[in-house]
Each structure stands twice: as structure tokens, then as C-alpha cells.
């Protein structure tokens, strides 16, 4: 199975703020691999698929970068919606899937 | 506007079983993979199981393999997921999902919309 390790586990910052959420893979998932956000009481919401992809609707201060082993999910600037729970999602030998443990994104 | 909106969750005892449905709106139900997936209280997420447009392809996670069935009704727009067996560790919230996109297959195993969940809980 492929292990999903997200870093920081939790991250504070202020909105305005650059936030930059790492996920690294126990193995190469080449770029099949997706963000998703979750506020409390909320289902989670796609973001990006496809390392870089972002989805229908979703601001452009949202990124993702990534190859391989690690990849990364840029906030350009925080605003305060943005403050939730995000996941990364691997679906290389799809199926399964396996998701990341998580992190949080705090306000400082 | 995709609405998926679960239904069927509640209190069960070990050992029992329990059916879990998904109503889906405002896309052609027919055409995409639908799936599975939960999120134990406090926890992470976990996908469950996954079915092609034409039920061509049915797929499980290995915790669920032989005591989940997922089905669809594509007259209805209808999906669902019959447990068994239940245990205290499928206490969850079930979330229904829909793929990213339409065609055959198991679908791309990127969940696009998701509905609200309906809750599991299994306890004596």
C-alpha cells in the first residue's frame, strides 16, 4: 500500500499569508495525486487533481506542484475561508486509493 | 447543480448489517463512477469501494472486501452500499462521491462532489 505523509501536521499563520502544505509518497506515484479541503461539519471539497489540475471553481491563489514522491499545495495568500483541514489523495494503482493523515491549517 | 445526499445511517449492533443509500441530482447519473468513502470520527479519510457507470466494475477496500456490496440504480439515480457484519471499526461517517469524469472503467478515483455523509455507528 502507498503511504501518504503530510507535513507540517498543523500549520498557523495569518491570513495574507503564503501557506505551503507537503505531501510525500512511500513511493512514486508519477502526478496522480489530489488536494481536497475540509472545514468542520463539511464534506471535503476537490481542489486539485493531477498534482497541478486545479477544479471547477476553486481560486486561483490555490496550487499544486509535484512529481514523483513529493508534492506541494500553495495557498498564495491565506484568506479566511481558507482555514480547514487539507488531505492529499494518491490514486496511482487505482483501485484503491489511499489519502493522507492530514493537515491542519490554523490561524495564527 | 451535483447533489448527492446519503441516507440510511444510524445506531446498529455488532454483527448486524445495515443499507446505505445516495440520491444523485443534477449531473446524468448514468455516466460516471460513483464511490464510497469514510471518515471515522476524529480520523482521516478512507475510501471504500467504487462502481463503474455500468456496474461493469465493482471494487473494495481490502477492510471491507466480503462484507460490503456496493450497487447502483441507474433508472433511479440511486446508489448504494449494503454492510454486513458490521464492527465497531466501520463506525463512520459514509460519504457518497462522484468521479471526476464519465466513460468506463473504475472511474479515475478522484472524488469530485461529495454529498453530506450519513453516520454509522456500531455499538452494543
Known amino acids: 500500500e502507498i503511504v501518504l505523509t503530510q507535513s507540517p501536521a498543523t500549520l498557523s499563520l495569518s491570513p495574507g499569508e503564503r501557506a505551503t502544505l507537503s505531501c510525500r509518497a512511500s513511493q512514486s506515484v508519477i502526478n496522480y495525486l489530489a488536494w481536497y479541503q475540509q472545514k468542520p461539519g463539511q464534506a471535503p471539497r476537490l481542489l486539485i487533481y493531477?498534482?497541478?489540475n486545479r477544479a471547477t471553481g476553486i481560486p486561483a491563489r490555490f496550487s499544486g506542484s509535484g512529481s514523483g514522491t513529493d508534492f506541494t499545495l500553495t495557498i498564495s495568500s491565506l484568506e479566511p475561508e481558507d482555514f480547514a483541514i487539507y488531505y492529499c489523495?494518491?490514486?496511482?494503482?487505482?483501485?484503491?486509493?489511499?489519502f493522507g493523515q492530514g493537515t491542519r491549517l490554523e490561524i495564527k | 447543480e451535483v447533489q448527492l445526499v446519503e441516507s440510511g445511517g444510524g445506531l446498529v449492533q455488532p454483527g448486524r448489517s445495515l443499507r446505505l443509500s445516495c440520491a444523485a441530482s443534477g449531473f446524468t447519473f448514468a455516466d460516471y463512477a460513483m464511490h464510497w468513502v469514510r471518515q471515522a470520527p476524529g480520523k482521516g479519510l478512507e475510501w471504500v469501494s467504487g462502481m463503474s457507470w455500468n456496474s461493469g466494475s465493482i471494487n473494495y477496500a481490502d477492510s471491507v472486501k466480503g462484507r460490503f456490496t456496493i450497487s447502483r440504480d441507474n433508472a433511479k439515480n440511486f446508489l448504494y452500499l449494503q454492510m454486513n457484519s458490521l464492527g465497531a471499526e466501520d463506525t463512520a461517517l459514509y460519504y457518497c462521491?462522484?468521479?471526476?469524469?464519465?466513460?468506463?472503467?473504475?472511474?479515475?478515483?478522484?472524488?469530485?462532489?461529495w454529498g453530506q455523509g450519513t453516520l454509522v455507528a456500531v455499538s452494543s
Open positions: 462521491a462522484k468521479d471526476i469524469r464519465s466513460g468506463g472503467g473504475s472511474g479515475q478515483g478522484i472524488f469530485h462532489y
Open positions: 493531477d498534482a497541478s
Open positions: 489523495q494518491q490514486r496511482w494503482n487505482w483501485p484503491p486509493s489511499t
